[in-house]
Nanobody, 123 residues
Framework: QVQLVESGGDLVQPGGSLRLSCTAS????????IGWFRQASGKERGGVAC????????YYEDSVKGRFTVSRDNAKNTVYLQMNSLKHEDMAVYSC????????????????WGQGTQVTVSS
């Protein structure tokens, strides 16, 4: 059974950090582009970061560049999203997804999705 499970969401103060995890079962993550997406209450889902299959090149949405880092641990079949200097506007449900090579941040090209994890940024 193909499954993605996110974890690591929590309540954090502005300026704080969190690390989200996305663990796969039923397939190997490094054969897919892995994207992180987020959806805030009342807003559309948007792409945040992705890491490509193979060489592991990364791409970030402009608002998170320099603050978020996506990485992959093939041995654990897990992709991480390290989030630093969190802002109120980062608060959302974060989901990971596995997509075809070259998917980038285009959600339509992602085939398998996790259930999401809530990130709350509040003082």
């Amino acid at each position: 059974q193909v499954q993605l499970v996110e974890s690591g969401g929590d309540l954090v103060q502005p300026g704080g950090s969190l690390r989200l995890s996305c663990t796969a079962s039923g397939f190997t993550l490094d054969s897919y582009d892995i994207g992180w997406f987020r959806q805030a209450s009342g807003k559309e889902r948007g792409g945040v970061a992705c890491i490509s299959a193979g060489d592991g090149s990364t791409y970030y949405e402009d608002s998170v560049k320099g603050r978020f880092t996506v990485s992959r641990d093939n041995a654990k079949n897990t992709v991480y999203l390290q989030m630093n200097s969190l802002k109120h506007e980062d608060m959302a449900v974060y989901s990971c997804a596995a997509g075809t090579v070259g998917a980038g941040l285009l959600a339509l090209l992602y085939e398998h999705w996790g259930q999401g994890t809530q990130v709350t940024v509040s003082s």
